[in-house]
């Protein structure tokens, strides 16, 4: 919008080099996990979270298809099975840019460290695995800032579904990739739309320069991981109480 | 999908040059009508349809956010005043895409003339007017074929408002643009940016090889007009006779 009560530019004017994320000028610092389901990003995104708000930083956590917009839109798409891999990528993508200028934009304007469970990468990787062109998927998402640091939960599939089914938490549809006829059984389509999904997030590791956390190792040791990579994006930045005191 | 029971490449796996709409393969023609509210292309469009559909020709009509798929999600964005000018291209994409690969890919594939009132074109200049990039924007709809001939009706901003307050149609908050405070006057706001569409469509005219149609004519003339640009386009072109013989 280029609206006279909001001088800062939208992310739409922000595109400057359609297939890439440009760099980040925000306060603040984005940090983001990626990696399959049960891979325990999540788990850890939450540990750090609450590591950093007990240090006194102001910090943030999202995750993806948190956006009320249209969530109900992709659930009701889901249901019906009318999604096409063109469609379901571009459906995502409205998703994440509602959430990324709701949740995500203010507060790195506002200096938080903002933690996302799940970033553009995913829609990369799993956009791709379901055939659309990766140049076209990238510069849909051109209006992303880049993260701070990236980290990777790499784990095999295997590991991955073993505390996927640990969880009792149901396979669904689109979850199991069951659009692409990978296979009729569900748990076997699950399990090979990972491996493709796990083919895609090694490839973005190297060209993206994701930080990989080998991620079958003890919660402890991971978060000990995790903290000593975000520890120097912190050099400087601002705690609660400094904000308060200069506010 | 790269499923087995449709060996048709879907949209996505098409995209071969992102950035520019690859040329078409398919057995229909896709007529295109593109212009300002008011300009006279949607009668143009029916009275095209009538004609073709008389000779025999199997033709279908498509209009813009006719989905129903994000259509109500659109609405409620809209309604709520929630939609930034990448969240709101991005849902029309998504809306666009989906009618694509419901109403035009499938009568394409199988001969129908497509005739589209409204194309990606309107999202072009749209978005362009609101200031999203217009690679960015560009890119978003490389799925989409390109059209076997679009027609620009060309007419006056004042003569297209005169054309509309006759239909006694209500502008509405984003046809009127109210969104870019170009003026707390809905109608003032409304004159101002169909202005700027305007010249969006005069630039896209030359770079996409628009047929100008001087739309301040009668509409008989008009429609004269369109069917000479048609015909051509007929040539070998099966009627339903044939098809109902040949198959």
Request: charged share 25%; aromatic share 0%; hydrophobic share 20%.
């Given at each position: 919008m280029p609206a006279p009560r909001d001088p800062v530019p939208t992310p739409a004017r922000l595109v400057?080099?359609?297939g890439g994320l440009r760099s980040s000028h925000y306060p603040g610092r984005l940090i983001v996990f990626e990696g399959?389901?049960?891979?325990g990003k999540s788990t850890q995104a939450h540990l750090l979270l609450k590591w950093l708000s007990s240090r006194g930083y102001r910090a943030f956590f999202t995750e993806w298809?948190?956006?009320?917009?249209v969530a109900s839109i992709i659930r009701r798409g889901k249901k019906k099975n009318l999604l096409t891999p063109t469609t379901f990528s571009l459906l995502h993508a409205t998703d994440f840019a509602d959430r990324f200028e709701r949740h995500i934009l203010p507060p790195l304007r506002a200096g938080y460290v903002v933690i996302c469970d799940r970033y553009v990468y995913t829609a990369y990787a799993r956009d791709a695995a379901r055939g659309c062109d990766p140049d076209w998927v990238r510069n849909l998402y051109a209006f992303a800032v880049p993260p701070d640091k990236t980290f990777y939960f790499r784990v095999p599939v295997e590991a991955a579904h073993k505390r996927k089914e640990a969880s009792r938490l149901r396979i669904k549809y689109y979850e199991a990739g069951m659009d692409m006829n990978l296979s009729h059984d569900l748990t076997e389509s699950y399990l090979r739309f990972q491996g493709l999904l796990k083919r895609q997030y090694d490839v973005l590791a190297r060209t993206e320069g994701f930080q990989i956390i080998?991620?079958?190792?003890d919660i402890e040791a991971l978060q000990r991981e995790v903290r000593s990579a975000v520890r120097p994006l912190l050099g400087g930045f601002p705690k609660e109480e400094v904000l308060v005191h200069g506010t």
């Open positions: 400057q080099s359609p399959l389901d049960g891979s298809n948190s956006s009320d917009l080998e991620a079958e190792q």
